[in-house]
């Protein structure tokens, strides 16, 4: 079973919609939770950490279910600019495990 | 921030690879990602204080050094086609992980 998992899509969503990524993982010992953006051929950078509490940068808004060990992703009015490749991170011990990403495109 | 080089490098099946990456200032454990084609980055190892600090599984052909001024080198010996991929260098603090990597921009190698 892989430790991390997410639907990679793709989205195609227009602008100004509201499009929400999930994603599950596999340890319960896992200890820090990431969503990454990453563009076309560009390396991964870091969006935002998750915190149980939920949190919320802008229009994104990041919550984790530790009970239920699932990570979601939330972006409110979408920009053209949002077209990208949405990847979720685990950190269990010293590794990060990522999903295999789920791919967003924001039309016009 | 992080740097890698070679940005793009062809090699031919069967040759040996050294990739090179420089670590953020003051950051003391690099960890190096292997990402193949429409995959998410898969953990090869991480180097802290010049020791393998943990590894994914790779095979042993690929090794890697870490270097007293933080900068690291991945080596690939033997090169298969499945070889072609982004290597990503990530830098960190050790212990600070829970504030995530900064990535280098990443070596694009093609096995030919």
């Known amino acids: 079973r892989k430790e991390v998992e997410q639907d990679p899509g793709p989205f195609n969503v227009p602008e100004g919609a509201t499009v929400a990524f999930n994603c599950t993982y596999s340890n319960s010992a896992s200890q820090s939770f990431f969503w990454y953006r990453q563009d076309c051929r560009k390396e991964p950078k870091l969006l935002m950490s998750v915190y149980s509490s939920g949190n919320e940068d802008g229009r994104f808004t990041a919550q984790l279910n530790r009970a239920s060990q699932y990570i979601s992703l939330l972006i409110r009015d979408s920009k053209l600019s949002d077209s990208a490749t949405y990847l979720c991170v685990v950190n269990t011990g010293n590794q990060f495990y990522f999903g295999t990403g789920t791919s967003l495109t924001v039309i016009p | 921030g992080v740097t890698q080089s070679p940005t793009h490098l062809i090699k031919t099946r069967g040759q040996q690879v050294t990739l090179r990456c420089s670590s953020q200032?003051?950051?003391?454990?690099v960890s190096w990602y292997q990402q193949a084609l429409g995959q998410g980055p898969q953990f090869i190892f991480q180097?802290?204080?010049?020791?393998?600090?943990g590894r994914g599984n790779f095979p042993p052909r690929f090794s890697g050094l870490q270097f007293p001024n933080d900068s690291s080198e991945l080596n690939v010996n033997a090169l298969e086609l499945d070889d072609s991929a982004l290597y990503l260098c990530?830098?960190?603090?050790?212990?600070?992980?829970?504030?995530?990597?900064?990535f280098g921009s990443g070596t694009r190698l093609t096995v030919v």
């Open positions: 180097y802290y204080r010049e020791e393998e600090n």
């Open positions: 990530a830098s960190s603090i050790q212990g600070t992980l829970n504030y995530g990597y900064t």
């Open positions: 200032s003051g950051h003391n454990t």
